[in-house]
């Protein structure tokens, strides 16, 4: 373990993190092709928000880097890049096949790559390790070996950062499988769960983010059955809840990196073997039409109330995946966005936790950049970001003499003004 020397490739939400514990004990080198990304982090500055300036100077032994001959002199290679899924909700390797490409053009003999990204399972060994052996002209697990630990972070989590979260490991070869297991137990306060094989951990991982959307699906759809029914949702799970084995989730918009896309991934290699999984796929589907759910919801209610659809202004409270974080990949918030213009409403998007020019660039969506009050005729809160928590029924004032408030996070507290919930 003394002479090992780290490289991590892809210094996001997940690279970062893990680099910054590996160098606080070991030579480690952060490595991203987007040399802004690299400028940023020597000045002590990370747009994730994940870690401080502090958190950058607390390991001594980390540099950052965006050039490939800088990474040459390590021996262990960490990939956590990104796999998101194309248009047709494909899974989408590109980042994975170019991570490979670069690791074949760096890697000597003897040398250990281990990846962290959510594939379904072979993926490493199937689809990216030839990568490396046809670019490299080495041979896996003779010349060189692999290892996969899946990425567990929680972005925006305070609470767990990535040394409190258990890690799963495994290796291409007992040996390997048991250097991996040592190397992450050294930074892992939480500790370590050695996986019998490479497909073993990768299949953990994305069964992990499957079980929660196909929960989280059963109640969105309960959502639906319970809207039809005139029930409030929110009072049904608070009563269901009292019992103590009953799984408490809320109806909600499901987007992000990880619960959003991994099904994805599942249902794709399911499929390619011949079984069609008819609850995941389910489950996605349902998911990925909250959006249109919770559009013709305001829009039900706002017609009770007599408002004129056409021309509405609705104001929509936060545009990330999550609360208490700027990550806008994958959110669903752009659906609901899309559909309230497809009624013709005016659509204004506020949201302090994410970088207007990133909006405008990703969904080509402007933000507005303060809130002005008696100015809406619908207000919608999709994220339940601390500072519209700390607003409380300040959030009333956003709005006109008749106003229409959809709280899909349950952020105002019941007043008496038939706030529309999921």
């Not at 990880?258 to 609850?279: N, T």
């Amino acid at each position: 373990m003394k002479d090992t020397k780290i490289a991590v490739i892809g210094l996001g939400y997940v690279g970062l993190p893990l680099a910054i514990e590996f160098g606080k004990q070991y030579s480690t080198i952060g490595f991203d092709i987007k040399s802004h990304r690299i400028k940023e982090l020597n000045e002590g500055i990370d747009n994730t928000r994940e870690v401080t300036a502090d958190d950058l100077k607390s390991a001594p032994q980390l540099s950052f880097t965006s050039v490939e001959d800088d990474i040459r002199e390590a021996n262990v290679y960490i990939v956590t890049v990104p796999t998101p899924i194309d248009d047709h909700r494909q899974p989408d390797l590109t980042p994975l096949v170019k991570a490979s490409e670069l690791l074949g053009r760096v890697i000597n003999k003897g040398d250990v790559v281990i990846y962290e990204s959510t594939v379904y399972p072979g993926a490493t060994e199937e689809d990216c390790i030839p990568v490396v052996e046809q670019v490299s002209g080495l041979v896996f697990n003779q010349d060189f070996y692999a290892g996969y630990s899946p990425e567990r972070i929680n972005p925006g989590d305070k609470e767990r950062p990535v040394s409190k979260i258990m890690k799963v490991t495994s290796g291409s070869t007992p040996e390997i499988a048991e250097f991996v297991d040592q190397l992450y137990k050294s930074i892992i306060t939480a500790g370590t769960f050695k996986a019998s094989s490479i497909k073993v951990a990768e299949a953990s991982k994305i069964i992990e983010n499957t079980q929660r959307d196909v929960n989280i699906a059963l109640i969105n759809e309960l959502s639906m059955i319970f809207s039809h029914l005139g029930i409030d949702t929110n009072d049904v799970i608070e009563a269901a809840a009292t019992k103590w084995n009953f799984i408490k989730l809320q109806p909600g918009l499901v987007g992000g990196h990880c619960i959003g896309v991994d099904p994805y991934y599942l249902v794709h290699k399911s499929m390619s073997v011949g079984h069609i999984p008819d609850i995941i796929r389910k489950a996605r589907e349902i998911n990925d039409g909250m959006a249109r759910f919770v559009a013709s919801k305001l829009i039900k209610a706002m017609i009770e109330k007599g408002q004129l659809i056409k021309g509405a202004k609705v104001l929509v409270m936060g545009m990330t995946f999550k609360e208490n974080c700027p990550d806008i990949r994958n959110t669903k918030v752009i659906d609901l966005i899309t559909e309230l213009q497809s009624y013709s409403m005016d659509v204004d998007i506020y949201d302090p936790w994410v970088d207007p020019l990133e909006a405008e660039h990703e969904y080509g969506v402007s933000m507005v950049p303060n809130l002005n009050e008696g100015e809406y005729d619908a207000v919608i809160i999709a994220v339940a970001h601390s500072e519209f928590k700390q607003m409380g029924s300040g959030i009333y004032k956003l709005g006109k003499g008749v106003t229409t408030y959809l709280d899909m996070k349950n952020v105002l507290e019941s007043s008496g003004r038939d706030e529309v919930r999921l």
